[in-house]
């Protein structure tokens, strides 16, 4: 009835028709796991962070990022940021500036002076923190954030640790890191000074604590015997860079010789010249390629002069003459003596040759195992007494302010766990973005922002700090560069390529979800995706 | 400043669907949640179809450009088939189908019928594949472009035959393997120096408005629907949609394929009005012939020994339409 001529049926839509039988395989949404939050040893969650800072949110972004890590701006200086070596992008143009975002994150926040928010309850358990370095502050935060009651002893007169004695000022502006430990300070967690903790066990007892983590670091340089005259000044790179922080600067003379290769030799060799050495030369056994320091920083201190006698080592000292050996490489790349000799003037000489821990806190704890002079801990950073746990440089571990801080996060989560009597379970680790997963082609090219650097006459006479930061247009464009790994940016890139409209938009913030009663199953959108966060999984038929 | 340029600081935007980070009007017809879906889900096309994807790209542009206001008329071909099995429709817009050969002029009737009944916002659009477009429908065409009628031609190109089993097509690439050009003989696969370029012809009518296109590139496609339609009188688009089934392409390599024709310089990407060409898409990241023909089962008889030299024919037509059309320069990054 009232149907056009030869027509019997009545017009139907195709929905009737569930497509979705067809499939073999089905897409599915995963998170992957990004490769500089696989490389950081703060546990950062990077590409969350660079998110909500590409999109102008910077407060959130910095929330993000201090969920992580309470030091952004100090991070965002001294960090060696393993992130970036990691970055997908590296390997479209180059890896993005995550170190120099982290930084304007980290200088926002101060400038606008956002704090933590406090625990939300508090748990009545208390925990005594010896030491005020990056990983006590970090483990300090932490647990205060989940509401333990936090007394940190720390033995110097300031705060900070490695990152005040031991990091020079015009890598870190010593307002930054002071505007940074007083934000974890106002969370409620009490900072006891000049307070050295000579016996663990009686200092908890004392004062009623329920659990400890040690986190002393490793003050004492480690000293060579070098033969030497009298007259000779021989002194180590941690005493020097700790008297920087003190109100007489160190008499190094106009000749400053460095022994070692690792980026305290560079930090003592940089230092020695803005106190107006001539010549600051750094001696080394081996060579530059086989050099412990950065790369960044040799670079960086050969412009301001330094300069470098590389395969030497100093056998001796008399007053303004050290007589160094020159070395040659085996075929194992072990430096050999050669037996050939040469001097070379020097008013002083600096050991920079590693750094010792000062266990002596340790004394009468039972279970505790020593080892190689650092002490040892389980996965959970206990040591072998329980309920006394430790971190930073004072455990096994490369020694960074970021693996410091990495170990108070850890740390905190197994105290927090066992004061309650239970176990941390580490949530499990999503597969790599690896750059094979994604597809590079929607990424426009956009090279990296390069950051101001003070010039080298100001870097060889002062103290004021060597490298700039982004400001906001190059800060969000930097963020903007991000690939977003594994992660879904919501480019709507699956919802339009779907050839049977079977990609469900369900709005800002909310990503997407299948329509399996149509998708085919034809694997466009997971090959069509950016970033990698669809996966295509046989069907169960 | 287009909008692409507006879009270039955003580096994960310039060549996405959609930018979480624009403003809605900057962003894609496809990337909006009340895009039309003119052909919606449960079409019979294969899976990884380029056609569908092709279809509704375009209409869904077409249909935000005239408020709704769309009447297609479709070709015999795939896109019939597998969007109307009596009586069943996947189209969410009136649609019209007559006969293979002979859709403008069908589309040229409902302009007419537009015209007079007053309806002069309701416009015509007509489709077809490259069977429909450049064998069977070409008198047709060529009398719509001739006339200076007000339809939008478009044809999905996608290389041959493939709804009746693959047959060769005017459009169909030399080299190519289809069941009517099989693989075999001293010549295995399409002859060379064979088929037309309709899009040319369409150019040499002199008509207001004649492009290009891929489904590999969205942003491009709709620019070029929505400007079409601003435009009256005869206007052509040729898009090309691989075809998994026809070029023995895994189903998720439909846009991969789009994309590498497009770089590889075998698929040159223009625009051009009343018979000049006015723009050309520059190739972005360069690649041989050989990327292009490799994931392709009806090209695998020219990955031999003795293929050698007839990819080096292809890779030089490529070469033809790179001076041609000038798709690479030092600019780079299109």
Same mark, same amino acid.
């Given at each position: 009835?009232?149907?056009?001529?030869?027509?019997?049926?009545?017009?139907?839509?195709?929905?009737?028709?569930?497509?979705?039988?067809?499939?073999?395989?089905?897409?599915?949404?995963?998170?992957?796991?990004?490769?500089?939050?696989?490389?950081?040893?703060?546990? #950062?969650?990077?590409?969350?962070?660079?998110?909500?800072?590409?999109?102008?949110?910077?407060?959130?972004?910095?929330?993000?990022?201090?969920?992580?890590?309470?030091?952004?701006?100090?991070?965002?200086?001294?960090?060696?940021?393993?992130? %970036?070596?990691?970055?997908?992008?590296?390997?479209?143009? *180059?890896?993005?500036?995550?170190?120099?975002?982290?930084?304007?994150?980290?200088?926002?926040?101060?400038?606008?002076?956002?704090?933590?928010?406090?625990?939300?309850?508090?748990?009545?358990?208390?925990?005594?923190?010896?030491?005020?370095?990056?990983?006590?502050?970090?483990?300090?935060?932490?647990?205060?954030?989940?509401?333990?009651?936090?007394?940190?002893?720390?033995?110097?007169?300031?705060?900070? &640790?490695?990152?005040?004695?031991?990091?020079?000022?015009?890598?870190?502006?010593?307002? !930054?890191?002071?505007?940074?430990?007083?934000?974890?300070?106002?969370?409620?967690?009490?900072?006891?000074?000049?307070?050295?903790?000579?016996?663990?066990?009686?200092?908890?007892?004392?004062?009623?604590?329920?659990?400890?983590?040690?986190?002393?670091?490793?003050?004492?340089?480690?000293?060579?015997?070098?033969?030497?005259?009298?007259?000779?000044?021989?002194?180590?790179?941690?005493?020097?860079?700790?008297?920087?922080?003190?109100?007489?600067?160190?008499?190094?003379?106009?000749?400053?010789?460095?022994?070692?290769?690792?980026?305290?030799?560079?930090?003592?060799?940089?230092?020695?010249?803005?106190?107006?050495?001539?010549?600051?030369?750094?001696?080394?056994?081996?060579?530059?390629?086989?050099?412990?320091?950065?790369?960044?920083?040799?670079?960086?201190?050969?412009?301001?002069?330094?300069?470098?006698?590389?395969?030497?080592?100093?056998?001796?000292?008399?007053?303004?003459?050290?007589?160094?050996?020159?070395?040659?490489?085996?075929?194992?790349?072990?430096?050999?003596?050669?037996?050939?000799?040469?001097?070379?003037?020097?008013?002083?000489?600096?050991?920079?040759?590693?750094?010792?821990?000062?266990?002596?806190?340790?004394?009468?704890?039972?279970?505790?195992?020593?080892?190689?002079?650092?002490?040892?801990?389980? $996965?959970?950073?206990?040591?072998?007494?329980?309920?006394?746990?430790?971190?930073?440089?004072?455990?096994?571990?490369?020694?960074?302010?970021?693996?410091?801080?990495?170990?108070?996060?850890?740390?905190?989560?197994?105290?927090?766990?066992?004061?309650?009597? %239970?176990?941390?379970?580490?949530?499990?680790?999503?597969?790599?973005?690896?750059?094979?997963?994604?597809?590079?082609?929607?990424?426009?090219?956009?090279?990296?922002?390069?950051?101001?650097?003070?010039?080298?006459?100001?870097?060889?006479?002062?103290?004021?700090?060597?490298?700039?930061?982004?400001?906001?247009?190059?800060?969000?464009?930097?963020?903007?560069?991000?690939?977003?790994?594994?992660?879904?940016?919501?480019?709507?890139?699956?919802?339009?390529?779907?050839?049977?409209?079977?990609?469900?938009?369900?709005?800002?913030?909310?990503?997407?979800?299948?329509?399996?009663?149509?998708?085919?199953?034809?694997? !466009?959108?997971?090959? #069509?995706?950016?970033?990698?966060?669809?996966?295509?999984?046989?069907?169960?038929? | 400043?287009?909008?692409?340029?507006?879009?270039?600081?955003?580096?994960?935007?310039?060549?996405?669907?959609?930018?979480?980070?624009?403003? *809605?009007?900057?962003?894609?017809?496809?990337?909006?949640?009340?895009?039309?879906?003119?052909? $919606?889900?449960?079409?019979?096309?294969?899976?990884?179809?380029?056609?569908?994807?092709?279809?509704?790209?375009?209409?869904?542009? /077409?249909?935000?450009?005239?408020?709704?206001?769309?009447?297609?008329?479709?070709?015999?071909?795939?896109?019939?088939?597998?969007?109307?099995?009596?009586?069943?429709?996947?189209?969410?817009?009136?649609?019209?189908?007559?006969?293979?050969?002979?859709?403008?002029?069908?589309? $040229?009737?409902?302009?007419? /019928?537009?015209?007079?009944?007053?309806?002069?916002?309701?416009?015509? =659009?007509?489709?077809?594949?490259?069977?429909?477009?450049?064998?069977?429908?070409? &008198?047709? =065409?060529?009398?719509?472009?001739?006339?200076?009628?007000?339809?939008?031609?478009?044809?999905?190109?996608?290389?041959?035959?493939?709804?009746?089993?693959?047959?060769?097509?005017?459009?169909?690439?030399?080299?190519?393997?289809?069941?009517?050009?099989?693989?075999?003989?001293?010549?295995?696969?399409?002859?060379?120096?064979?088929?037309?370029?309709?899009?040319?012809?369409?150019?040499?009518?002199?008509?207001?408005? !004649?492009?290009?296109?891929?489904?590999? +590139?969205?942003?491009? =496609?709709?620019?070029?629907?929505?400007?079409?339609?601003?435009?009256?009188?005869?206007?052509?688009?040729?898009?090309?949609?691989?075809?998994?089934?026809?070029?023995?392409?895994?189903?998720?390599?439909?846009?991969?394929?789009?994309?590498?024709?497009?770089?590889?310089? =075998?698929?040159?990407?223009?625009?051009?009005?009343?018979?000049?060409?006015?723009?050309?898409?520059?190739?972005?990241?360069?690649?041989?012939? #050989?990327?292009?023909?490799?994931?392709?089962?009806?090209?695998?008889?020219?990955?031999?020994?003795?293929?050698?030299?007839?990819?080096?024919?292809?890779?030089?037509?490529? +070469?033809?339409?790179?001076?041609?059309?000038?798709?690479?320069?030092?600019?780079?990054?299109?």
């Amino acid at each position: 009835m009232g149907r056009p001529y030869a027509i019997t049926l009545d017009v139907g839509s195709s929905l009737a028709n569930l497509t979705g039988s067809w499939r073999t395989e089905r897409p599915v949404y995963v998170d992957r796991l990004p490769p500089c939050n696989n490389a950081c040893p703060a546990g #950062e969650n990077i590409q969350q962070w660079l998110y909500h800072a590409e999109s102008g949110d910077y407060e959130t972004a910095w929330r993000t990022l201090t969920q992580d890590n309470p030091l952004p701006a100090v991070m965002g200086r001294v960090c060696y940021h393993p992130c %970036e070596g990691a970055c997908n992008r590296a390997q479209i143009d *180059e890896a993005v500036g995550i170190n120099s975002v982290e930084r304007f994150l980290g200088d926002t926040a101060i400038r606008n002076g956002w704090t933590f928010a406090p625990p939300q309850a508090e748990t009545g358990k208390r925990v005594l923190i010896v030491g005020a370095g990056p990983s006590g502050l970090s483990a300090a935060y932490h647990l205060r954030r989940m509401g333990h009651a936090i007394e940190i002893h720390e033995a110097g007169p300031f705060a900070g &640790g490695m990152m005040r004695f031991g990091i020079p000022k015009y890598r870190l502006p010593r307002d !930054v890191l002071d505007a940074e430990i007083k934000r974890i300070t106002d969370l409620g967690v009490t900072l006891k000074l000049n307070s050295k903790v000579n016996r663990i066990i009686d200092s908890m007892k004392a004062g009623k604590f329920d659990a400890a983590f040690l986190a002393v670091g490793a003050h004492i340089g480690k000293r060579a015997y070098i033969p030497a005259g009298s007259a000779a000044k021989i002194l180590d790179a941690v005493s020097l860079l700790r008297s920087m922080e003190g109100e007489d600067r160190p008499l190094l003379g106009r000749r400053v010789v460095v022994y070692g290769g690792g980026n305290t030799a560079i930090d003592a060799a940089r230092t020695a010249k803005r106190l107006g050495a001539t010549e600051a030369i750094i001696v080394y056994r081996r060579t530059r390629d086989r050099m412990p320091a950065h790369d960044f920083e040799v670079e960086e201190a050969l412009q301001e002069g330094i300069m470098m006698k590389w395969l030497s080592t100093i056998k001796r000292m008399d007053e303004g003459v050290l007589t160094v050996e020159k070395m040659q490489l085996d075929e194992k790349g072990f430096p050999q003596p050669t037996g050939e000799f040469e001097t070379l003037e020097t008013d002083s000489l600096v050991l920079a040759l590693g750094q010792d821990v000062d266990l002596s806190l340790l004394d009468g704890v039972l279970g505790l195992e020593i080892k190689d002079g650092v002490v040892q801990v389980d $996965t959970n950073m206990m040591t072998g007494h329980a309920g006394i746990f430790a971190g930073g440089d004072m455990v096994p571990s490369e020694r960074t302010v970021t693996v410091g801080v990495g170990h108070g996060k850890k740390a905190a989560r197994h105290i927090d766990a066992w004061l309650r009597g %239970e176990a941390y379970i580490a949530p499990e680790r999503h597969e790599l973005a690896s750059i094979d997963k994604m597809n590079s082609w929607y990424y426009a090219d956009a090279p990296k922002t390069v950051r101001p650097m003070l010039e080298v006459v100001r870097r060889q006479s002062t103290f004021e700090e060597v490298q700039g930061g982004l400001d906001e247009t190059n800060a969000l464009y930097e963020a903007r560069r991000c690939l977003s790994c594994g992660n879904c940016f919501e480019c709507d890139n699956c919802y339009g390529v779907c050839p049977d409209n079977a990609v469900i938009k369900l709005g800002p913030g909310k990503r997407f979800r299948f329509n399996y009663d149509y998708c085919k199953g034809c694997g !466009v959108c997971a090959q #069509e995706c950016p970033c990698g966060a669809i996966k295509m999984i046989p069907e169960e038929i | 400043m287009d909008a692409t340029q507006k879009l270039h600081f955003y580096q994960k935007g310039t060549f996405t669907v959609g930018n979480r980070l624009v403003s *809605e009007e900057q962003r894609s017809v496809q990337a909006s949640t009340d895009r039309s879906n003119a052909l $919606t889900c449960g079409h019979r096309a294969c899976q990884g179809c380029g056609e569908a994807l092709g279809a509704r790209y375009a209409m869904d542009a /077409a249909m935000r450009a005239t408020g709704g206001n769309v009447i297609a008329v479709n070709a015999t071909g795939c896109l019939e088939v597998f969007t109307t099995p009596y009586p069943e429709t996947s189209w969410q817009t009136p649609w019209l189908h007559s006969l293979f050969g002979n859709a403008a002029a069908v589309a $040229t009737g409902v302009a007419a /019928a537009m015209r007079v009944k007053g309806r002069h916002e309701v416009r015509a =659009l007509a489709q077809g594949g490259d069977g429909g477009t450049t064998d069977i429908g070409f &008198g047709c =065409l060529s009398g719509m472009f001739e006339r200076n009628d007000d339809v939008l031609y478009i044809c999905y190109d996608n290389e041959a035959y493939m709804n009746t089993g693959v047959q060769r097509s005017s459009a169909t690439p030399p080299a190519a393997r289809t069941a009517t050009t099989p693989a075999m003989g001293p010549q295995p696969g399409n002859v060379f120096g064979t088929g037309k370029n309709v899009p040319k012809i369409a150019v040499a009518h002199g008509i207001p408005y !004649v492009a290009t296109a891929t489904v590999a +590139d969205l942003h491009d =496609l709709e620019r070029k629907v929505i400007k079409a339609m601003g435009i009256h009188g005869a206007r052509y688009l040729h898009i090309h949609v691989p075809c998994p089934l026809g070029w023995g392409a895994a189903s998720h390599d439909t846009i991969r394929l789009a994309r590498l024709a497009v770089e590889c310089g =075998l698929f040159p990407v223009f625009e051009a009005e009343h018979g000049v060409i006015t723009g050309c898409r520059k190739i972005r990241r360069q690649v041989p012939v #050989e990327e292009y023909l490799k994931p392709q089962r009806r090209f695998a008889h020219l990955f031999t020994e003795a293929g050698k030299e007839r990819i080096g024919h292809l890779q030089a037509l490529a +070469d033809r339409n790179i001076a041609e059309y000038h798709l690479v320069d030092a600019e780079g990054d299109g």
